[in-house]
T-cell receptor
Framework: EAGVTQSPTHLIKTRGQQATLRCSPISGHTSVYWYQQALGLGLQFLLWYDEGEERNRGNFPPRFSGRQFPNYSSELNVNALELEDSALYLC??????????????FGPGTRLTVL | AQSVTQPDIHITVSEGASLELRCNYSYGATPYLFWYVQSPGQGLQLLLKYFSGDTLVQGIKGFEAEFKRSQSSFNLRKPSVHWSDAAEYFCAVGARGGYNKLIFGAGTRLAVHP
């Protein structure tokens, strides 16, 4: 069974540009989560999507946005890139939305570098 | 507010030695607790998790962790470390109530000397 996949592996952008990161969850999983792992800031929760809806959002500005498609894959968009957006962006998935925190399975990440 | 503290930023052990990585959490109720490992340039791999029941949890790669409610701790242990265990280890707490996000500690980087 394939795990969570993310593309691209690396992405280099300049300040002010937009970045689009993609994630495909494990087959059968409907929930997708995005985390940012920035140097010195650790792993921080960004967004959670389930069944096409945004369910929860971390403490990030609105220029961080995303969506989930009918096949449960997801995109993370970062507009007006700033230097501090440089980070590893990790995607995770779970089988669905329950009232507990299911085990989240992580992809390998997309390394975004903003110059 | 929920939080996770991993007091040790770096730990170095000799191959074959025992290992204990510390994790303390702050949460209003019994949390869901996780340990993940991250090798350089890689994503996170789940080592083990605690949801309820037996407070000593067995995981993959010979790791175990013990949930101690009185100490708000969930320390990770391994009796004999292998060189391949060198990586960064993250403790995380998961919220109950449908919010589903994980809150991570800052991580502990483990180096293993031959």
């Amino acid at each position: 069974e394939a795990g969570v996949t993310q593309s691209p592996t690396h992405l280099i952008k300049t300040r002010g540009q937009q970045a689009t990161l993609r994630c495909s969850p494990i087959s059968g999983h409907t929930s997708v989560y995005w985390y940012q792992q920035a140097l010195g800031l650790g792993l921080q929760f960004l967004l959670w999507y389930d069944e096409g809806e945004e369910r929860n959002r971390g403490n990030f500005p609105p220029r961080f946005s995303g969506r989930q498609f009918p096949n449960y894959s997801s995109e993370l968009n970062v507009n007006a890139l700033e230097l501090e957006d440089s980070a590893l962006y990790l995607c995770a998935s779970t089988p669905g939305w329950t009232e507990s925190t299911d085990t989240q399975y992580f992809g390998p990440g997309t390394r975004l570098t903003v110059l | 507010a929920q939080s996770v503290t991993q007091p040790d930023i770096h730990i170095t052990v000799s191959e074959g030695a025992s290992l204990e990585l510390r994790c303390n959490y702050s949460y209003g109720a019994t949390p869901y607790l996780f340990w993940y490992v991250q090798s350089p340039g890689q994503g996170l791999q789940l080592l083990l998790k605690y949801f309820s029941g037996d407070t000593l949890v067995q995981g993959i790669k010979g790791f175990e962790a013990e949930f101690k409610r009185s100490q708000s701790s969930f320390n990770l242990r391994k009796p004999s470390v292998h060189w391949s265990d060198a990586a960064e280890y993250f403790c995380a707490v998961g919220a109950r109530g449908g919010y589903n996000k994980l809150i991570f500690g800052a991580g502990t980087r483990l180096a293993v000397h031959p």
